[in-house]
Nanobody, 121 residues
Framework: QVQLVESEGGLVQPGGSLRLSCAAS????????MGWYRQAPGKQRELVAA???????NYADSVKGRFTISRDNAKNTVYLQMNDLKPEDTADYYC???????????????WGKGTLVNVSS
């Protein structure tokens, strides 16, 4: 099985920065894409940013220019650098990855447990 372990979030003042990381481990043959989603209280989970194995990225409009997603394929790790954080960025942040566990095409689609990012003064 594939597991995703996220770094801890935390309390950050508005305008501050925070970097999240997420490492995938287990029976991994290849990872197609990794990404970050978030869910604020009373709201649906939404995509924050995603990155493919080739480095193509996709961002939510609300974080463009402030957040940067990157990936270390050798370490099966994805990072989310969050700058100029705003109170509306407060949410549980979840790592997600999908790919294959074998060359025969057995897929995996896995979520992390989530980590809280609280932007408040």
């Amino acid at each position: 099985q594939v597991q995703l372990v996220e770094s801890e979030g935390g309390l950050v003042q508005p305008g501050g920065s925070l970097r999240l990381s997420c490492a995938a481990s287990g029976s991994i043959f290849s990872i197609n894409a990794m990404g970050w989603y978030r869910q604020a209280p009373g709201k649906q989970r939404e995509l924050v940013a995603a990155i493919t194995s080739g480095g193509s990225t996709n961002y939510a409009d609300s974080v463009k220019g402030r957040f940067t997603i990157s990936r270390d394929n050798a370490k099966n790790t994805v990072y989310l650098q969050m700058n100029d954080l705003k109170p509306e960025d407060t949410a549980d942040y979840y790592c997600h990855a999908h790919g294959f566990i074998s060359p025969r095409g057995n897929r995996f689609d896995t979520w992390g447990k989530g980590t809280l990012v609280n932007v408040s003064s």
